[in-house]
């Protein structure tokens, strides 16, 4: 069963860079998966960040993409986020979930399917 | 960018009756289309993928249906742990991977 715990500070002051590692356990970051990262400001709906694969490839959404940094440490088995210039509106529960692959007719999909706890930054002086 | 539009933003029914929560894409996504549920304090769960099959675990009271931009998730005789709120996800032209802004399943 893989399992997904993120980790860093809660609170981090506007114009600061936002850092959290997610930790995988119960199988290998270097899987053919994609790891990723998910945010939901508090009572909101859920956004996507990007997500990153063992060779270092990454996706970014647009709307982030020049602010977000993602990274992988094979030998310890996690990914990394980083959020530069960060205000008010970033804060929110970050989550890192595991893209997991289903295989139709048609070839390889893929969706969310296994998730950390999630953890709350909030920025502010 | 796919923009996903779920209907209605909130629903109330009671234990054992049927609940049909739509969703509509703004663009055909084929069908690769996820729904999710997510409990208060929790992380979301894949509930349904590629439209209609149901992920590991998952009861058959949850079903889903549709193609190209109209996709619904049916649960056919709610019990009291159904109640939450309910997110579509496409993965069809990514990035970005993008969500709907969630239904909330209430108890009437």
């Known amino acids: 069963q893989v399992q997904l715990q993120e980790s860093g500070p809660g609170l981090v002051k506007p114009s600061g860079t936002l850092s959290l590692t997610c930790a995988v356990s119960?199988?290998?970051?270097?899987?053919?998966?994609?790891w990723s990262w998910v945010r939901q400001p508090p009572g909101k709906g859920l956004e996507w960040i990007g997500e990153i694969y063992h060779s270092g490839s990454t996706n970014y959404n647009p709307s982030l993409k020049s602010r977000v940094t993602i990274s992988v440490d094979k030998s310890k088995n996690q990914f990394s986020l980083k959020l530069s210039s960060v205000t008010a509106a970033d804060t929110a529960v970050y989550y890192c979930?595991?893209?997991?692959?289903?295989?139709?007719?048609?070839?390889?999909?893929?969706?969310?399917?296994?998730w950390g706890q999630g953890t709350l930054v909030t920025v502010s002086s | 960018e796919i923009v996903l539009t779920q209907s209605p933003a909130t629903l109330s029914l009671s234990p054992g009756e049927r609940a049909t929560l739509s969703c509509r894409a703004s663009q055909s996504v084929s069908s690769y289309l996820a729904w999710y549920q997510q409990k208060p304090g929790q992380a979301p769960r894949l509930l349904i993928y590629d439209a209609s099959n149901r992920a590991t675990g998952i009861p058959a009271r949850f079903s889903g249906s549709g193609s190209g931009t109209d996709f619904t998730l049916t649960i056919s005789s709610l019990e009291p742990e159904d109640f939450a709120v309910y997110y579509c996800?496409?993965?069809?032209?990514?990035?970005?991977?993008?969500f709907g802004q969630g239904t909330r399943l209430e108890i009437k």
């Open positions: 996800q496409q993965r069809s032209n990514w990035p970005p991977n993008t």
């Open positions: 979930a595991r893209v997991g692959i289903y295989y139709d007719s048609s070839g390889p999909t893929y969706y969310f399917d296994y």
């Open positions: 119960g199988g290998s970051i270097s899987s053919s998966n994609w």
